[in-house]
């Protein structure tokens, strides 16, 4: 194998490496929008009010009315 074709090589594969890094980090932006991607999203049922917290929570009170709400199931 010749000098040149090695960095032929490396270079496509830095490429590919980049290319998939590219597309995965877009998607998991899509997917989760400008939200924290670990917090779970709520929405109020009396209220409205939609509101993120952590995921280890199952139930969380709204900071608007106080009520308990369930999590949004994508
Ligand atoms: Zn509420």
């Known amino acids: ?4 074709a090695m960095i032929v090589i490396y270079v496509a594969l830095a490429l590919g490496a980049l290319c998939t890094l590219g597309i995965y980090s877009e998607m998991r932006r899509r997917r989760f929008g400008p ?9 109020c049922d009396q209220c409205g ?8 929570v199952d139930r969380s009170r709204c900071m ?3 009520k308990l709400n369930d999590p ?3």
Do not use: K, L, N, W
Not at 1 to 4: F, K, L, N, P
Not at 49 to 56: A, E, N, Q
């Open 49 to 56: 009010y939609v509101y993120t917290d952590d995921p280890d």
């Open 64 to 66: 608007q009315c106080g």
């Open 72 to 74: 949004i199931a994508f």
């Open 1 to 4: 194998m010749t000098i040149s």
């Open 35 to 43: 939200m924290h991607p670990e917090d779970r999203i709520f929405r």
